[in-house]
């Protein structure tokens, strides 16, 4: 951007959600009209009263991303106005790295700069929007607003009522053109009333997931406050509004006649709206408008027609898991993990044929920049539930599995090589913890030793202190290390850490191999046996081809093993894969049949968290859940991808 633009922001005013109005009147006489934006945290532009942009690529302050469009089409020959809310959060969450509230704008018109940030620009508190709420929706997902349509001054067309003159923020942030393309908004959703009491009680069904603007038309006859709650369920005739401490819930202000809204910051994942009103209102329409990711849907549909359904519900859960970057859902969180990222990213290469959006929210994760080099939970996001912030270390050892896969589907080495510094950082903090040949697990209320959602691989989140060993984070060691070596000698680097291998795999023999039952236990001291760690032994190359036969015919034998989690299937079905190739495919195929029917007949459009297991928290629309997309086409004869061979 521009050296003549400057962080700007409203003179003594600081906290935890909060917005401001800015105002920039500029000339124009025709050409081209070009906006650079960026924000800390959000921002939404109207162009002579008309609604531009929003959505701030989320991002860290050391990484700093601005916005570049035309806005050509919304300007007029002579004055114009140039009108932006900004809402800083304040409060770091699992999408959210707290930065200085502030914005940065730049106009420009047939390459000449013509208006821009500076002392000059003039800014007030909103007075539409409510700040310090500080009301959650859920500690991942962060604030929820109250909107006030009665204290719209017209101010996004004339008037300068209230505002006065900015003050220059002192930061100097590297700046960053957003990497990928900007959402689109789609048609308003059509709403089926299921129930209506008296004009002061609504329940919609649009009918299908969706995520969206909240977006609304109603008369009222006097002023009043509306609640308006979302789900994606409904249970005893209602949204399922508050679950636990998470309320999913907005409010809105309307005002004596007719109130016209769309909150353009706040995107809302559901199927099911419920309206709450303290008087009768008329309703014209209550409603999302969708907001999507461009896509071209390029994967070929499986023929039979149970999996062809199955493919299509899982291509359309990743849609809309992908917004400014992977989201595990939705409704409940939209962060970006990397776990959950990987079985997106692997996916989206053979339904979209997609890159570009894989190479940024990879990206994204290399800069963080935690002080004990491990990656954080999410990205961008601070100190999360702690002093320290929050670390599930397997998971950091899970990003290692998609760089690699990143290079084999598209052959860029240039991110791997841009971020090899911090690869390196994250192995060194794994290897320089081995003890005996193996890795023991993070103490501390930092460290969350998670797995995935089944008995003992669960962890204990906040309260593990003691230091034990686990056959998981040793055996995704050995994989996290065969990737780097992998990539290493791609960029012709030296590598540091694929020497352990041996050591690390004998290890893991020693401690927890029963030689009778030719299995491996979760941990020590611990005698269950999963077939998460079976599956991982064989794809580590800890068990010789023999065991690996055994181990194999435990996973389909019905065994009692504990049984692989959705988010996990993938390595259960990438070990028999790796023992007998297309011996397993029909195992497989029933495996997703048996998992993603059920969710089918009870009619989901998208597919759910924890597969067919209701529960008030659980998510219904999980990126996690989209991984039938590639074993359907690898079946298919597709070349694979996964690096877990």
Not at 345 to 364: D, N, P, V
Request: with cysteine; net charge negative; glycine share 8%.
């Amino acid at each position: 951007m521009d050296a003549r633009s400057k962080w700007i922001w409203k003179k003594d005013f600081s906290g935890e959600d909060i917005y401001v109005d800015f105002l920039s009147d500029f000339d124009y006489t025709g050409g081209k009209v070009t906006v650079k934006i960026s924000a800390d945290s959000n921002y939404a532009l109207y162009i002579n009263g008309v609604f531009s942009e929003s959505g701030q690529y989320a991002d860290f302050p050391h990484y700093k991303v601005y916005d570049e469009f035309e806005i050509t089409d919304l300007c007029k020959e002579g004055k114009n106005r140039f009108a932006v809310t900004v809402w800083h959060y304040g409060r770091t969450s699992l999408c959210y790295y707290p930065g200085r509230a502030a914005l940065r704008f730049e106009i420009w018109c047939d390459g000449e700069l013509i208006a821009f940030s500076d002392e000059g620009t003039l800014c007030r508190q909103s007075c539409e929007y409510q700040s310090g709420l500080c009301k959650q929706i859920t500690s991942q997902l962060g604030f929820s607003f109250h909107y006030d349509a009665t204290e719209d001054d017209g101010w996004r067309v004339s008037g300068v009522n209230g505002f006065e003159r900015a003050v220059t923020v002192d930061q100097d942030l590297p700046m960053n053109k957003r990497p990928i393309k900007k959402l689109l908004l789609g048609k308003r959703a059509e709403l089926t009333v299921v129930k209506s009491e008296g004009g002061k009680h609504y329940l919609y069904n649009i009918g299908y997931e969706e995520v969206g603007y909240l977006t609304m038309k109603v008369r009222s006859e006097k002023k009043q406050k509306i609640i308006i709650a979302w789900g994606e369920h409904i249970e005893d005739g209602c949204v399922r509004r508050l679950v636990g401490d998470r309320d999913f819930s907005v409010e809105v202000t309307v005002g004596e006649g007719e109130t016209v809204y769309m909150n353009p910051y706040r995107r809302l994942g559901l199927q099911y709206l419920e309206v709450f009103a303290e008087e009768p209102i008329d309703v014209d329409y209550i409603t999302v408008t969708p907001v999507y990711y461009p896509l071209d849907k390029v994967g070929n549909l499986p023929e039979e027609e149970l999996d062809r359904k199955i493919y299509e519900v899982c291509v359309h859960t990743l849609e809309l898991c992908m917004h400014e970057h992977y989201e595990d859902c939705p409704w409940r969180e939209q962060a970006l993990y990397c776990m959950d990222s990987r079985n997106q990213i692997l996916c989206g290469y053979y339904a979209f044929e997609e890159y570009e959006f894989a190479r940024a929210s990879l990206k994204l994760i290399s800069k963080d920049n935690r002080y004990d080099d491990l990656l954080a939970i999410c990205y961008p996001s601070g100190n999360y539930n702690s002093d320290k912030g929050l670390v599930i270390p397997s998971f950091s050892l899970q990003y290692f599995i998609e760089m690699r896969e990143y290079i084999t589907r598209t052959g860029d080495t240039t991110l791997a090589e841009e971020a090899f510094d911090k690869l390196e950082a994250i192995l060194g903090a794994f290897v320089s913890r081995l003890e005996d040949g193996c890795v023991p697990t993070f103490p501390g209320v930092e460290y969350w030793n998670f797995y995935e959602w089944t008995s003992g691989l669960d962890g204990t989140l906040g309260r593990r202190e003691d230091v034990h060993v686990d056959a998981c984070l040793n055996t995704l060691l050995i994989i996290a290390i065969r990737c780097m070596s992998e990539i290493s000698e791609m960029l012709g680097r030296e590598d540091k850490y694929g020497h352990l291998i041996p050591e690390i795999k004998a290890a893991i023999r020693k401690r927890f191999f029963d030689g009778e039952k030719g299995l491996f236990y979760n941990m020590e001291g611990d005698e269950r046996m999963s077939e998460l760690v079976n599956s991982l032994c064989i794809l580590s190359g800890v068990c010789t081809p023999e065991e690996a036969e055994r181990i194999a015919d435990e996973l389909v034998g019905g065994s009692a093993l504990i049984p692989t989690s959705l988010s996990m299937i993938c390595f259960k079905y990438d070990a028999l894969l790796k023992v007998g190739g297309e011996r397993y495919k029909d195992y497989i195929l029933n495996d997703i049949h048996e998992k993603y029917k059920p969710m089918l007949d009870e009619g989901a459009t998208t597919f759910w968290e924890y597969g067919y297991k209701k529960t008030s928290a659980g998510s219904r629309c999980h990126g996690w859940s989209a991984l039938p997309v590639y074993y359907y086409e690898i079946f298919a004869g597709k070349e694979p991808t996964s690096a877990l061979k």
